[in-house]
């Protein structure tokens, strides 16, 4: 069987690096595949690192024939089984040809560019819903979840950050976006004393974020750290692992947290409020409530036993449901599939 992977994705974000883990697993459980990706020096070397040399093709804009002959160029040479997009602009520069086309979506994007996939793959229930509601066929529509690693992390250095070995360490990750709502964790954090707070990702409301730490005067106990890819041994390093977002349709960086066995508060955006079963496996606030937020991260840090058993419960979540053995085996399973139907 072999598999042709195409990803026209951003410098960073979350399907970006699932994008990188789970070519990486399929290429380790013995899958013969062509991966295709936007120049890109991080994914590059982290995919060369398991031994995968990826196709670079520049997935430019409408008018970028160059891509489309080149894309065109990858499919005939390598003579794939399946062809499998991520997202919009990789899906709608697929040529059509002799192999089952699938799209791989992360969000709740226009179906416009998937009109000439054969199956969509969704990776929460709700965002195969929403395909299903927007008119595509059911029995096309499926689901198949994340993973993440397993790997346990191993703490950094809080005094290389100038942060107290002495206080609650606050850890949140994320593009630094208006729907990763990091505006209202920085408003809770200024109602918590004693407490620092590390946020690890970059983009376009950094700006505007550090000018808010600054207003609210917790500048000197909030770390902006930009992009990392250690994000296993930062949630090893913090005490409490919070996602504030108003809109996350899934949620990954919680199944990171409980990976690494990381007490969870999240706002009750869409992914987190169905991923987390309240005061069980975390706690859910309402989105965009910084009071209430902050009485959670207060309650959290001061009853050790809630704070052990969400942790621990979460943790039980991610063995079961989001390890890279269970997904991988099911996207093996649902290739096999596709081929003999």
Request: hydrophobic fraction near 40%.
């Amino acid at each position: 069987m072999r598999i042709l992977q195409a990803m026209a994705g951003a410098q960073y974000g979350g399907a970006e690096a699932f994008f990188t883990r789970l070519v990486s697993a399929l290429h380790r459980a013995g899958l013969e595949q062509r991966v295709l990706i936007r120049p890109n020096d991080a994914r590059e070397k982290a995919l060369a690192a398991e031994g995968i040399e990826p196709v670079k093709v520049a997935f430019g804009g409408a008018w970028d024939f160059q891509s489309r002959r080149a894309f065109g160029r990858e499919i005939r040479d390598f003579g794939p089984d399946i062809v499998m997009t991520w997202m919009n602009r990789a899906s709608h520069f697929c040529p059509k040809g002799d192999f089952v086309h699938i799209g791989r979506l992360g969000g709740y994007y226009d179906l416009k560019y998937y009109r000439n996939c054969d199956h969509l793959i969704g990776n929460t229930e709700d965002i195969v819903q929403y395909l299903v509601d927007a008119g595509w066929p059911r029995e096309r529509a499926h689901y198949l979840p994340n993973f993440v690693t397993g790997k346990k992390g191993t703490p950094v250095s809080r005094s290389v950050l100038y942060t107290p070995t002495n206080t609650t360490l606050i850890l949140a990750l994320g593009r630094l976006h208006p729907n990763k709502a990091f505006d209202t964790l920085l408003q809770a954090v200024a109602r918590v004393p004693n407490t620092y707070l590390w946020i690890a990702g970059d983009g376009p409301e950094r700006a505007k974020l550090e000018a808010l730490a600054e207003k609210l005067a917790i500048k000197p106990r909030v770390r902006f750290l930009g992009w990392r890819e250690d994000t296993a041994d930062l949630l090893a390093t913090c005490d409490v692992f919070v996602c504030p977002s108003r809109h996350e349709p899934l949620g990954n960086v919680v199944i990171e947290a409980w990976a690494q066995a990381r007490p969870v508060i999240a706002a009750d955006s869409l992914g987190p409020g169905t991923l987390i079963e309240h005061m069980e496996t975390g706690i859910l606030t309402p989105v965009d409530d910084a009071p209430t937020m902050a009485r959670a991260i207060r309650y959290v840090i001061e009853d050790e036993n809630v704070r052990t058993r969400i942790a621990a419960q979460g943790h039980d979540v991610f063995l079961e449901n989001f390890t890279e053995e269970t997904i991988v085996s099911q996207y093996m399973a649902f290739f096999e599939e596709r081929l003999s139907g």
